[in-house]
């Protein structure tokens, strides 16, 4: 079946590390996004790719890294820098950059020890 | 000013009834609107899109759209139970570059047998 697949389901990050979250689409997708869902909030933007090689900062990109070095995978990086990283953690694709709709995967919650 | 407004609710509908739901864009030069729905813990599942003036159906659902109001609205006819859900208003707004969405915060909707 096609889909975004999202992994962890959870995870935990001790102090001072970082954590990578995984995040793969087999829609043949050309943009690929990163959000971050606090509760009573709506999305916020972390990054987004709308082509391989290429990423652009979202909303609140500050304490997180991506990479795009192929089409299918775009992982996030949540480093020490982030001092709140508690959150649900969304990741999402479109076919192209001009207008179509996004389709999220099942999402990673990410908790402090 | 909240580039896109919903009222968080609850908002409580017997079954059988019509919910309505409403979200409202500052950015005028919006062109692209959906509606998301999400269960509680779980990702945000695309259920409708609607890109021009009017109404747009689509089985219960029917989405409607004034660019000169900045409101986009959703019916849900025949509300059922498994309707009980936050329902996320998203625009894609023109100014930036690539897809990006702007969320609301969601209206949660409460079916009441």
């Known amino acids: 079946d096609g889909g975004i697949t999202q992994s962890p389901k959870y995870l935990f990050r001790k102090e001072g590390q970082n954590v990578t979250l995984s995040c793969e689409q087999n829609?043949?997708?050309?943009?690929m996004y990163w959000y971050r869902q606090d509760p009573g909030q709506g999305l916020r933007l972390i990054y987004y790719?709308?082509?391989?090689?290429?990423?652009q900062k979202g909303d609140i990109a500050e304490g997180y890294s991506v990479s795009r070095e192929k089409k299918e995978s775009f992982p996030l990086t949540v480093t020490s820098a982030q001092k709140n990283p508690t959150a649900f953690y969304l990741c999402?694709?479109?076919?192209?950059?001009?207008?179509?709709?996004?389709?999220f995967g099942d999402g990673t919650r990410l908790s402090i020890l | 000013q909240k580039e896109v407004e919903q009222n968080s609710g609850p908002l409580s509908v017997p079954e059988g009834a019509i919910a309505s739901l409403n979200c409202t864009y500052s950015?005028?030069?919006?062109?692209?609107f959906f509606w998301y729905r999400q269960y509680s813990g779980k990702s945000p599942e695309l259920i409708m899109s609607i890109y021009s003036n009017g109404d747009k159906e689509d089985g219960r659902f029917t989405a409607q759209l004034n660019k000169a109001s900045q409101y986009v609205s959703l019916l849900i006819r025949d509300s059922q139970p498994s309707d009980s859900a936050t329902y996320l208003c998203?625009?894609?707004?023109?100014?930036?570059?690539?897809?990006?969405?702007?969320f609301g915060t969601g209206t949660q909707l409460k079916v009441e047998l």
């Open positions: 950015d005028r030069g919006s062109q692209s």
């Open positions: 998203a625009v894609k707004s023109v100014t930036g570059g690539g897809n990006k969405l702007t």
């Open positions: 790719s709308q082509i391989v090689n290429d990423f």
């Open positions: 829609l043949n997708h050309d943009a």
């Open positions: 999402a694709s479109s076919i192209d950059d001009k207008g179509q709709p996004q389709h």
